[in-house]
């Protein structure tokens, strides 16, 4: 399987910026989408953004921008204009399911263990 990490969490001021990074190992070579998803203290995992091998991408978070460089094997969520309500752990994860969409957690067959960002004055 693929192994992720996730890193560059933190806090941060409204309305600052952050990116978060998920490094990949393992079958990397294999086609495969990655997507974002956040858990705030109390509430279920939310999709945040899906993108695939080839760079489509969708995201549900306008401030957020999803990215991939495929060559590092290294997945990006750049977030900007940050919100206290976008406090919460978040996750990468992967699969190789193709032609359905990405904004299912049960689809993702690896996920990192998470960076906690937290958006507080």
């Known amino acids: 399987q693929v192994q992720l990490a996730e890193s560059g969490g933190g806090l941060v001021q409204p309305g600052g910026s952050l990116r978060l990074s998920c490094a990949a190992s393992?079958?990397?070579?294999?086609?495969?989408?990655m997507g974002w998803f956040r858990q705030a203290p109390g509430k279920e995992r939310e999709f945040v953004a899906a993108i695939s091998w080839f760079g489509g991408s969708t995201s549900v978070v306008g401030r957020f921008i999803i990215s991939r460089d495929n060559a590092k094997n290294t997945l990006y969520l750049q977030m900007n204009n940050l919100k206290p309500e976008d406090t919460a752990v978040y996750y990468c994860a992967a699969t190789t399911v193709r032609g359905v969409p990405l904004d299912t957690a049960r689809i993702y067959d690896s996920w990192g263990q998470g960076t906690q960002v937290t958006v507080s004055s």
């Open positions: 393992g079958r990397t070579l294999s086609p495969f989408s």
